[in-house]
């Protein structure tokens, strides 16, 4: 970092939080904002244009001249349509002018985003409105600064077109139902319950001039060719190990800029793979958190630009090394301070943990398919289960403590006792004793309990943490209500709730796993327990339209199965263009770049033969070399050709399901088919006849 920066001096100088507007906003328009953000109030029109001319000037004083109405449609990425303050002022000049409707209310088209079917081209009304739970902010470019409003986005008829939408009502969903089971446990004092997030980004950093001669990650953001690498990860001396000083000067860039905007970046290091690294904030509620990672998400790249390097998010950039994922660390909080994951020490005496902690796992058990669909998208189908990442079977860790808590009262009826962690004492007498966790972590789960929180490791690099909390919210609000339901209607609410844990932890047994979830035994012990094992993209898209989806998310007014049918139309259509563009692209370097760097290879082969054999000379080596080249220069061709068949039939259907159904098991198998004999020939020819670089210059060039 640069020692000439004081972080608290900066951090959130750039964010109109709350400090701002106590600071800026007269205390009656403070209250009856605030107001308004807590209990859903109307906001009179009046304190809309103070609050409006207030975010204005503060703004204009940091550089702005423009503001937008900062939205996150279907494509999972971010939007904004930026205007100026200016406003003629009827003597051939202009007015700075920022009206409380400007604020309030924006209208891009709506028909331009992806909305599955929910508008058609010609129905281009869609509206944004301020979410009045997320500070406006500044977005600093090289033309100045323009002032971000967090918006919902949503159709002309009223459906949500974006993804916050659904998440704020997820978020009042659980708040609805976690507030009847505290008040159940007597507690009288919490207004709120707030779901909270941190979510850690893993991401690639590679050099900017060696990324630019690969088409491959320019178009398709992974590399489609490339065989390994002579060094790996497989010496482990990647993963915390120091940073380059090139890194080092990045990541320092990057936290002043995050810390700028508000976002709480705390822990950064080397993940396991060569060029690979984590950065990690603080938690914040999901709504903030959602929108912080998507902040982080573009600020590291155009960060990276910076320092001529470029940040890759895709869940899998090279083939054979860990891939990149984002762990979304999701909690319970009530608005008095009280986490109601925290188990407290001794967890089996704490009846309303437990209670929460059975409904968790019966609504992940419940709801599985759907919390694998969360994290779905086309590149996280190389990840999940690829002995580096979570399986694509759901299970939860919870840990020898918890475990043999819900054991006893399995087996007994009660439980009476908690293991207590043990002191370390490691036989050196330099190092200060301390009392360790009561039970381990398991790195290999995709749901894990790790303390006061569960960690969700599915998610994708690239992917908005939105999805995943959007469901995680809404199958933990409905078991939530199945127990509040119950235990209202009991006359012992303490012997209701007991005995509800013991019938929902038997029930749902089948979920916990705390062994190795990479190994071959879990997978066929999950098909024994019964548990799904969705392995791709389209097959988990489909679960957004089941009945048991569509009653779920209208039961708790998250999505209308209208909505649920525009997502599953949406992800279908994701998935058939990402695998459009990487065959396309496959098919361009092949034919363009490939195929022609080989016959060139060859020709200076062919004529070292007749040279050699010329003078009496032995050219059996060549010959050799000149076989395995033609032989793989045949496959190579053969699969190329069986690729543009697949590609133009794939395409050629109509239907969205089908469409994408055809690209999973027609085109992916043509791309892998394509690239063994290019990978075989990357390891045959000259180094300095092949046409891009290779896995060693892209990630040990940095």
């Known amino acids: 970092m640069n020692r000439a920066i004081n972080v608290t001096d900066i951090f959130a100088s750039n964010v109109f939080d709350d400090a701002t507007m106590r600071e800026r906003l007269p205390k009656r328009i403070y209250q009856e904002l605030k107001q308004a953000a807590n209990a859903g109030y109307e906001l009179d029109k009046h304190v809309a244009d103070v609050v409006a001319n207030a975010m204005k000037d503060w703004a204009i004083e940091r550089g702005a001249t423009h503001y937008s109405h900062w939205f996150q449609p279907l494509t999972g990425y971010t939007a904004e349509k930026q205007d100026a303050f200016i406003t003629p002022s009827g003597d051939g000049g202009v007015i700075l002018e920022f009206s409380g409707k400007e604020l309030i209310k924006g209208e891009p088209d709506g028909s331009s985003f992806p909305s599955g079917g929910l508008r058609s081209t010609f129905e281009a009304r869609g509206y944004t409105a301020w979410d009045l739970s997320s500070p406006a902010f500044l977005h600093e470019n090289a033309g100045g600064a323009v002032l971000c409003i967090p918006t919902v986005f949503f159709s002309y008829t009223g459906e949500a077109l974006d993804k916050k939408t659904p998440l704020l009502r997820s978020m009042e969903a659980i708040d609805k139902q976690a507030m009847r089971i505290v008040r159940l446990f007597g507690n009288t004092t919490a207004a709120k319950v707030t779901t909270s997030v941190g979510a850690e980004q893993e991401y690639f950093i590679v050099d900017k001039a060696t990324y630019e001669k690969r088409k491959d990650l320019i178009f398709a953001g992974r590399t489609l060719f490339g065989a390994p690498a002579p060094k790996g990860q497989e010496m482990d001396d990647h993963y915390f190990g120091m940073l380059k000083e090139r890194i080092a000067s990045y990541m320092s860039d990057l936290n002043v800029e995050l810390w700028k905007l508000g976002v709480t970046a705390k822990t950064q290091h080397n993940e396991v793979a060569p060029a690979q690294h984590e950065l990690a904030p603080v938690y914040a509620s999901t709504n903030i958190a959602t929108d912080h990672n998507q902040l982080v998400m573009e600020i590291m790249k155009k960060v990276a630009l910076r320092h001529d390097l470029v940040c890759l998010l895709h869940e899998k950039p090279f083939d054979g090394v860990n891939g990149s994922g984002k762990h979304n660390n999701w909690s319970l909080t009530t608005d008095t301070g009280i986490n109601l994951l925290d188990p407290g020490k001794t967890p089996h005496e704490n009846r309303q943990f437990l209670l929460i902690l059975a409904a968790i796992l019966k609504a992940v058990d419940d709801y599985s398919p759907l919390l694998r669909e969360s994290a779905a998208n086309p590149g996280n189908d190389h990840r999940l289960g690829a002995n580096e990442a979570p399986p694509a079977i759901i299970s939860v860790f919870l840990g020898e403590q918890l475990e043999d808590v819900l054991n006893q009262l399995c087996e007994k009826g009660e439980a009476t006792s908690s293991k207590e962690g043990s002191n370390a004492n490691i036989g050196v007498s330099s190092v200060p004793k301390f009392k360790m966790d009561a039970t381990d972590r398991n790195r290999t789960s995709p749901f894990a309990f ?168 032995d050219a059996s080596v060549q010959r050799i070399v000149l076989s395995d080249c033609s032989r793989c220069l045949k496959a190579m061709n053969d699969a190329l050709i069986k690729l543009e068949a697949n590609v133009e039939r794939a395409g050629a259907h109509e239907n969205f399901k089908e469409r994408a159904i055809a690209y999973r098991d027609h085109v992916c198998t043509a791309m892998k088919e394509l690239r063994a004999p290019a990978d075989a020939l990357e390891m045959i020819v000259d180094e300095k006849e092949w046409p891009f670089p290779t896995y060693g210059e892209l990630m040990f060039n940095v």
């Open 450 to 617: 790790t303390g006061n929180k569960f960690e969700f490791r599915m998610v994708g690099s690239s992917a908005s943490i939105a999805d995943a909390n959007i469901v995680l919210n809404t199958i933990v609000a409905e078991t939530l209500r199945q127990a509040a339901d119950l235990l209202e209607n009991s006359v012992d609410v303490e012997m209701a709730a007991h005995d509800l844990i013991k019938k929902w932890v038997g029930e749902h047994i089948r979920i916990i796993f705390n062994g190795n979830g990479y190994s071959q035994d879990w997978v066929d012990e999950a098909i024994r327990r019964g548990l799904p094992n969705i392995t791709n993209m389209v097959d988990a898209v489909g679960y957004l339209t089941s009945p048991m989806a569509i009653e779920l998310f209208e039961r708790h007014n998250v999505l209308t199965a209208a909505e649920l049918a525009s997502r599953e139309e949406v992800g279908y259509e994701i998935y058939s263009k990402a695998i459009n563009i990487e065959a396309r692209t496959m098919i361009d370097m092949a034919k363009k770049e490939i195929i022609p760097a080989v016959i060139k290879y060859t020709s200076t082969v062919a004529g070292s033969i007749q040279t050699v054999e010329a003078v009496g000379g």
